[in-house]
């Protein structure tokens, strides 16, 4: 049986500033607007943090099942290391969908009901992203997910449901956390090409190619800083603070370019995520106070 410290682990804490991020920023628009509901925001909040986590233990569990995490470089996996089942895990990322989904539903209620159709659509996204027969993270398209559910859907949704307003501020904004959750998967992929390529799994990263997807994460940085920008353009020029980001995120890009490999890459991952949660913090803040 797995500890809990080891249930923690295989939630993939250090991924939980992507969830954070979305709704941080959403709601950093939604107040400049005027229309920040801050029980709304921690409901949205809680939406994105437990399809992370259910995401991180289905994940788990279909690579385990299928062997992908047999041979990892990257942290524990509680199917691959054998210390949980596949079913105890399979549970406990529905446990995650049904509190994701029992908090959407009340959002859904006290905004507009089609949202629970977006809903849903997020939860088969998340859950075949390696489950199922044909898995659309095998073929490359993890990203687009990330970019349309952790980014897009998420900042968007997260200011609509305060709002019931569109804002182009709250898509640009969409872009920037999205393509820095893109950078968290993409530099993960770029780790694992050769277990990847091994078990047959044809990740982005896989068909770009080491120097290719070394240049992805690079120009996803850079799309990042660009839409701070657009933000700011948008809202008040102190979200240029933003920019900020990138005495974080600079140091992966160093290391990146810098050829690193195998677990030389991890510290990437936390600092990409820290880069992705500064992105967000600096550029709500100050339409926050605005």
């Known amino acids: 049986m797995a500890t809990a410290a080891e249930w923690v682990q295989g939630a993939r804490p250090r991924t939980l500033p992507a969830a954070v991020s979305p709704v941080l920023a959403g709601t950093g628009v939604a107040s400049y607007d005027g229309g920040a509901v801050w029980w709304k925001a921690l409901l949205a909040l809680l939406v994105s943090l437990a399809l992370q986590v259910a995401v991180n233990y289905a994940n788990d569990y279909s690579d385990g099942i299928r062997g992908t995490d047999d041979v990892r470089v990257g942290p524990m ?47 088969v996204a998340a859950w075949y992203y390696t489950g199922g027969s044909t898995p659309y993270g095998y073929l490359g398209l993890g990203e687009v997910m990330v970019f349309v559910f952790f980014g897009l859907v998420a900042v ?58 070394r240049r992805l994460y690079v120009g996803l940085v850079a799309v990042a800083a660009v839409a701070v920008v657009a933000v700011a353009a948008l809202t008040s ?22 050829g690193a490999t195998g677990p030389r890459l991890i510290p990437v991952l936390q600092s990409t995520g820290i880069g992705e949660l500064a992105w967000a913090a600096l550029v709500a803040v100050p339409l926050l106070l605005t």
Request: charged share 10%; aromatic share 8%; glycine share 14%.
């Open 156 to 213: 968007v949704g997260t200011t609509y449901v305060q709002t019931e307003a569109w804002s182009w501020a709250a898509l640009a904004a969409a872009c920037g956390v999205g393509a820095l959750a893109c950078a968290i998967l993409v530099v993960n992929n770029l780790r694992d090409i050769p277990t990847d390529t091994d078990a047959g799994k044809r990740t982005l990263a896989v068909r770009l190619g080491d120097a290719a997807t």
């Open 237 to 258: 020029w102190w979200a240029l603070l933003g920019l900020g980001f990138l005495a974080v995120a600079g140091r992966g890009v160093r290391t990146v370019l810098g």
């Open 77 to 123: 996996r509680l199917v691959g290391s054998g210390v949980a089942t596949p079913g105890a895990v399979k549970r406990a990322a529905f446990l995650a969908f049904g509190v994701a989904g029992a908090a959407g539903l009340v959002l859904a209620a006290t905004t507009a009901w089609w949202l629970v159709a977006v809903g849903l659509v997020s939860v």
